[in-house]
């Protein structure tokens, strides 16, 4: 499967406890971008990475968030502290950067906060 | 006043309807218009891009009014298939993020 993998599917952690997730882009896509979810609700942008240039984090990241992509490749997601309110769909996706800039998006993390 | 605006729906049609999707955006920079799909419980799928001139992918057509900030999605003999939310979506710049709206459920009844 060449298509944004994501890890792990699904998420369930107490209130308090840090997780961390990870996407892992199509090869050759030097852009990726996180988005959060929530129900009844579009997806809303959160970070996005130039090759491992973080360019853009939205004011929805609050310091408890951090995110990664240490050799331009794959990325990484951790919330520290998490509350009920982080329960959402992570969604990671991807682009190339050049062409029609279609961004590919892998099948998200489901993280529920008990 | 969100950036971008849809009717929640559902929209509840017959097998073989024609039914259509209003959007509005706030942000008159908007570079780029889309429709995503996104079927129950996963992730959104590109539909198609928006033109100013309009464009038509079988049985979907879209058309973008900058004018007016107001995007637009028909589908033509609705299938079954076609049952799913449809994401009305723009970016504003160079960074090419998206931003979406809340989504229009479709119910297609056989």
């Known amino acids: 499967d060449t298509g944004v993998s994501q890890n792990p599917r699904h998420k369930i952690t107490k209130r308090g406890q840090n997780v961390t997730f990870r996407c892992d882009p199509i090869s050759e896509h030097n852009r990726l971008y996180w988005y959060r979810q929530t129900l009844g609700q579009g997806p809303e942008f959160l970070t996005y990475f130039q090759n491992e240039a973080q360019l853009e984090k939205s004011r929805l990241l609050s310091d408890r968030f951090s995110a990664e992509r240490p050799k331009g490749s794959f990325s990484t997601l951790e919330i520290q502290r998490t509350e009920q309110g982080d329960s959402a769909m992570y969604l990671c996706a991807s682009t190339s950067g050049t062409g029609s800039y279609e961004q590919y998006f892998g099948p998200g993390t489901r993280l529920t906060v008990t | 006043r969100k950036e971008v605006e849809q009717d929640p729906g559902p929209f509840n049609v017959p097998e073989g309807a024609t039914v259509a999707f209003n959007c509005t955006y706030s942000?008159?920079?908007?570079?780029?218009f889309f429709w995503y799909r996104q079927d129950c419980r996963k992730e959104p799928k590109l539909l198609m891009s928006v033109y100013s001139s309009g464009n038509e992918d079988g049985r979907f057509t879209a058309q973008l009014n900058r004018a007016s900030q107001y995007i637009s999605l028909l589908i033509r003999d609705s299938k079954l298939s076609d049952s799913a939310t449809y994401l009305c979506v723009v970016n504003m710049d160079s960074s090419y993020k998206l931003i979406f709206g809340s989504g229009t459920r479709l119910l297609v009844r056989p």
């Open positions: 942000n008159s920079a908007s570079q780029s």
